[in-house]
Structure formats: structure tokens, C-alpha cells
């Protein structure tokens, strides 16, 4: 059996090599190194792959989230909801933009932005809502796009988590996650379910006013060449990421399919003991990814667990261990913690076990097999 790995990037690049390294080569011996036809070709089959009209390519998704937030044209003092239940890169760009991060609570079933608390934080200043496809499902976009129609809001999805993942509408249309609000954001991160080698992101979008702005902003605010008309910022994919990626897109639904396929194992396993909380899918079985299969065990000691298993040589992870809103750099006097119940039970009952395309099912097993020796 292959060493267990919370991800298996070696076992995967050894099934793409010869494409990765020969289209490595052309792009070093064509020294197009940035905005070279990789890239523009990515560009147009991720737009393709997704249904959406504009992929913007940027250097990494927390870049594309500011970007996104940039091109709206949002101003200090707006208010933008978002998750208290994500990772950090979420809330930062909010603050970093001199925005008013509004961190709401999440469903306990989803992990996902909870659409009440969402309602209930919306004053005249909000401008904008950022769900996040956490660990790989698509967030209750019906309800939020209803929300922001209705306030006047728009929506920015998180997309770093749930690439490839497809929403139904409730009048039975399929969206793929990113094609659903105004903007969205994505990222490449080695990890992510589309990866690259280094550090990639992306902004989508169907509008075309605002990717032309989107454009200018990833390129020093420039529309003509030095001419700048807004401040921007330096965020560009480069070729050779863009080589990965384009030889990974072809395989992104096999590699979900993998990661769907690891997580029925997993659940088959764990779903009938009375302290396990296996991961709910919301909605069809399209719509959840699994970038992460996070378990809930109840009336256990969590970090007990998690220390057993790394002890056992079997890796896991907390995600996320700490809420947004008690984070030192994001705490706020407004917030109430009743206003945070479920995340402040989710952040001590939360674990994360290895989740990735070329899991075996010898592994799943010996990983089940120890997880279940510590509960029972
Ligand atoms: C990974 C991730 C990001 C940030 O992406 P980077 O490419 O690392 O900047 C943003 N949001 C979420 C939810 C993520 O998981």
C-alpha cells in the first residue's frame, strides 16, 4: 500500500507527465513566459468547461477575490457578508479594502452560509455577500441570489473549494458553481481540486462591462498600454502553470468523480455510529466535490482523535479550527457569540480525513479501521 497522504500530488503528475514536461519545454524553448498561448488557451477552455462567458487568470485566489471586489467598484464603509466558517483569505481582502466584513453563521448540515443570518445582517450599507462553496459544496445560491436580487446586492462566490461542483436550480437548470452570481473567484493552489504547481487563480464572470474592468485591474489598472485609468494590481497566471492546469481540466471530472467515489466509502463506513456525523449533500449528487470529506464526531474528544491518528501514521486535518470572528485581526464588539452557535460547535467537532483523486481502497479502509478503533 502507497504512504497515506491528506493529498497524493506525486501519484497524480505520474499519470500527466509526459504532457506536463513536453508542454513545460515548449513554453521554455518559446520563452512566452507570461500571456503566452497556455495561458490564452487555458483561459478559453476553462471558459468553456464552466459555461461562463469571461475567465480573468490571476495569480492566486485570494488576488482574484480583491480583484472581484475591486472591479465591482466597492468603497470603505460598504458592508460585504460573508462566512464566519471559512478560511481567512475570505475575510482579508474584505478588510484589506478598507470594506466592513459582516462574518454571519452557517448551517450545521452544510457547513455553508447560513441564508437567515444573512438576511438578518443586511443593513442600508451592504453592498455585497460572498458565499463560499465550503469544502466542496455549493452554497444555497437559490435562496442567496433571491436575497441579494431582492436587497440590491451583489454576490461574489468563493470558488477556491468547489470547482467543477454543478448547482440545479430549483426550476431544474444546471449551473456549474462560479457561473452562478455576478463574479466569482477561484484558486489554482497545488491542493485545490484543480491545481497547479505553484500558485494560479481566476475571476469568472458573465457580465462583459465588468470583465473588461476586471482586465484592467489584474494589469496595473491599464486598458491601453500605460495609460492608467484606475489603481490596479500585478496578478497574472503564468505559462507554465497555465501547462498544468490545461492538462488537469481534462481530467477535473474524472478527479471528482474519484473524490466522490473515496467519500461514499468513507460515509458507507462511518454512517451508522451514533457519534459520527457524516457530510450531508444538499442538493443532487453533482453538487458537492469534495474538496474536503469532513466528518462530525459528537461527545468526543476531537484533539484526542486527531492526535491518535497522526500517531497511527494517518494524516488529518482541522478545518477550520479557530472561527473568523474571534481571529484577533477580524473580532469586532458587535458580535454577539449566540450569533455564532454553530460554528463555535463545528470549530470543536470538525475533522477532515485524507480526500484526493488517487486514494485506494486499501487505504480508505486502513483509514476507516482507525478512526473506528478510536470511537468505538
Ligand atoms: C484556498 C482558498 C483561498 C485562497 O486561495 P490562494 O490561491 O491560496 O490565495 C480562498 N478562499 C478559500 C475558501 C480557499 O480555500
Known amino acids: 500500500?502507497?504512504?497515506?497522504?491528506?493529498?497524493?500530488?506525486?501519484?497524480?503528475?505520474?499519470?500527466?507527465?509526459?504532457?506536463?514536461?513536453?508542454?513545460?519545454?515548449?513554453?521554455?524553448?518559446?520563452?512566452?513566459?507570461?500571456?503566452?498561448?497556455?495561458?490564452?488557451?487555458?483561459?478559453?477552455?476553462?471558459?468553456?468547461?464552466?459555461?461562463?462567458?469571461?475567465?480573468?487568470?490571476?495569480?492566486?485566489?485570494?488576488?482574484?477575490?480583491?480583484?472581484?471586489?475591486?472591479?465591482?467598484?466597492?468603497?470603505?464603509?460598504?458592508?460585504?457578508?460573508?462566512?464566519?466558517?471559512?478560511?481567512?483569505?475570505?475575510?482579508?481582502?474584505?478588510?484589506?479594502?478598507?470594506?466592513?466584513?459582516?462574518?454571519?453563521?452557517?448551517?450545521?448540515?452544510?457547513?455553508?452560509?447560513?441564508?437567515?443570518?444573512?438576511?438578518?445582517?443586511?443593513?442600508?450599507?451592504?453592498?455585497?455577500?460572498?458565499?463560499?462553496?465550503?469544502?466542496?459544496?455549493?452554497?444555497?445560491?437559490?435562496?442567496?441570489?433571491?436575497?441579494?436580487?431582492?436587497?440590491?446586492?451583489?454576490?461574489?462566490?468563493?470558488?477556491?473549494?468547489?470547482?467543477?461542483?454543478?448547482?440545479?436550480?430549483?426550476?431544474?437548470?444546471?449551473?456549474?458553481?462560479?457561473?452562478?452570481?455576478?463574479?466569482?473567484?477561484?484558486?489554482?493552489?497545488?491542493?485545490?481540486?484543480l491545481g497547479c504547481y505553484g500558485d494560479g487563480g481566476a475571476i469568472f464572470t458573465n457580465d462583459d462591462k465588468l470583465a473588461h474592468t476586471l482586465r484592467g485591474v489584474v494589469n496595473h489598472g491599464m486598458y491601453e498600454r500605460y495609460h492608467h485609468d484606475v489603481v490596479g494590481v500585478n496578478s497574472r497566471l503564468d505559462s507554465l502553470q497555465a501547462v498544468v492546469l490545461n492538462e488537469k481540466l481534462k481530467l477535473l471530472?474524472?478527479?471528482?468523480?474519484?473524490?466522490?467515489?473515496?467519500?461514499?466509502?468513507?460515509?458507507?463506513?462511518?454512517?451508522?455510529?451514533?457519534?459520527?456525523i457524516t457530510p450531508t449533500v444538499v442538493g443532487d449528487c453533482d453538487s458537492h466535490v469534495f474538496h474536503q470529506y469532513t466528518l462530525r464526531v459528537i461527545d468526543t474528544d476531537r484533539d484526542a482523535l486527531v492526535k491518535y491518528l497522526q500517531d497511527q501514521g494517518i494524516p488529518c486535518g482541522v478545518y477550520y479550527p479557530i472561527p473568523l470572528h474571534l481571529q484577533k485581526a477580524y473580532t469586532s464588539d458587535q458580535y454577539k457569540e449566540e450569533d455564532f452557535a454553530v460554528t463555535n460547535r463545528l470549530i470543536k467537532e470538525v475533522i477532515s480525513l485524507p480526500m484526493h483523486s488517487e486514494l485506494e481502497e486499501e487505504q480508505i479502509k486502513t483509514i476507516c479501521e482507525h478512526v473506528l478503533a478510536f470511537m468505538n
Open 1 to 193: 500500500m502507497r504512504k497515506i497522504q491528506m493529498v497524493d500530488l506525486q501519484s497524480q503528475y505520474a499519470f500527466i507527465r509526459p504532457q506536463v514536461e513536453a508542454g513545460m519545454k515548449e513554453v521554455l524553448s518559446s520563452a512566452q513566459f507570461i500571456n503566452g498561448p497556455a495561458v490564452k488557451s487555458f483561459q478559453a477552455n476553462l471558459e468553456n468547461y464552466l459555461g461562463v462567458k469571461h475567465v480573468i487568470p490571476c495569480a492566486n485566489g485570494t488576488d482574484a477575490l480583491q480583484v472581484a471586489m475591486m472591479g465591482l467598484g466597492l468603497k470603505p464603509g460598504d458592508e460585504v457578508i460573508t462566512a464566519d466558517f471559512t478560511f481567512a483569505a475570505t475575510v482579508e481582502v474584505i478588510a484589506l479594502l478598507g470594506l466592513t466584513p459582516i462574518l454571519v453563521d452557517v448551517d450545521p448540515t452544510s457547513f455553508n452560509i447560513d441564508p437567515d443570518a444573512i438576511e438578518k445582517a443586511i443593513t442600508p450599507n451592504t453592498k455585497a455577500i460572498v458565499p463560499v462553496h465550503l469544502f466542496g459544496q455549493v452554497a444555497a445560491m437559490d435562496r442567496i441570489m433571491a436575497i441579494a436580487k431582492k436587497n440590491n446586492l451583489y454576490v461574489i462566490e468563493d470558488n477556491a473549494q468547489g470547482i467543477g461542483a454543478t448547482h440545479t436550480t430549483a426550476t431544474g437548470e444546471k449551473i456549474k458553481s462560479g457561473a452562478i452570481g455576478h463574479v466569482a473567484s477561484t484558486s489554482f493552489f497545488p491542493s485545490k481540486n
Open 253 to 276: 471530472d474524472f478527479y471528482n468523480e474519484r473524490r466522490k467515489w473515496a467519500a461514499m466509502r468513507y460515509t458507507q463506513a462511518f454512517s451508522s455510529h451514533a457519534k459520527i
